[in-house]
Nanobody, 114 residues
Framework: QVALVESGGGLVQAGGSLRLSCAAS????????MSWYRQTPGSQRELVAS???????NYADSVKGRFTISRDNAENTLYLQMNSLKPDDTAVYYC????????WGQGTQVTVSS
């Protein structure tokens, strides 16, 4: 069955960087669009970035120029490189297949201290 397993979260100071990974299995990874969402307590999950099978990317305005989504189809892995992190980036980050009604990983906590 489909499985999405995130890793790479942690505690970082403002201005720092983190790289999130999402190991995917159970489906033909290379033909599907994939996304990263994030959620803070009391808020809905928001789309951070997405990448099509063609490699075309899309970003939320709040992360443009700081975050980079990428994929390794040979390794069935999705990445999110996060640079110049801000305290407002603190959230649980989720890997997603198929949009809001699709499949989710368990999430990885990112905490940015000021």
């Amino acid at each position: 069955q489909v499985a999405l397993v995130e890793s790479g979260g942690g505690l970082v100071q403002a201005g720092g960087s983190l790289r999130l990974s999402c190991a995917a299995s159970g489906f033909l990874f290379r033909i599907f669009a994939m996304s990263w969402y994030r959620q803070t307590p009391g808020s809905q999950r928001e789309l951070v970035a997405s990448i099509l099978s063609t490699g075309t990317t899309n970003y939320a305005d709040s992360v443009k120029g700081r975050f980079t989504i990428s994929r390794d189809n040979a390794e069935n892995t999705l990445y999110l490189q996060m640079n110049s992190l801000k305290p407002d980036d603190t959230a649980v980050y989720y890997c997603n297949l198929g949009g809001p009604s699709g499949m989710w990983g368990q999430g990885t906590q990112v905490t940015v201290s000021s």
